[in-house]
């Protein structure tokens, strides 16, 4: 029986504790705060895989943010430390597509007669739900679309 993403975020901040890896535990704790906010937020509806995805989607978000914050402001050593706290949770989220794997899926939904920028954009971010960044769907639309 596979395991929820939660369970297993929660299986490793034991193991972090366990391991005394300081930057993971930090880290998973944070996530699993944020996780508790959200389901409180839900009404205490049970939260889903896809509800968990788009949490670490946004706390990934933030992290990159502040990282670029950070080395626009010449301090490097917590710019590191938000980019380690982003690989961690990087590892939640499933495998991103490359341009070219995007691309096809995006000829695809054109040539299904979504010619205009706002269905294709629409079709392209169900179907390329968290596996592509949605910049880079939107630079492939318009360039397909020679907008």
Known sequence: MDISLEEKIEQDLKSALKEKDEIRLQTLRLLRSALKNFF?????????????LALIRKELKKRQ????????????????????????????LPAMLSEEEASKIIDQI?????????????EAMVRLQGRAEGSLVQRLIKEKLDL
């Open 40 to 52: 409180i937020e839900k009404k205490h509806q049970a939260l889903s895989d896809n509800d968990v």
């Open 65 to 92: 943010d502040s990282m670029a914050a950070y080395q626009q402001a010449n301090r490097a050593d917590l710019a590191q430390k938000e980019k380690q706290e982003a690989e961690i949770l990087q590892a939640y």
């Open 110 to 122: 054109i040539s299904e007669g979504k010619n205009d920028f706002g269905p294709a954009m629409k």
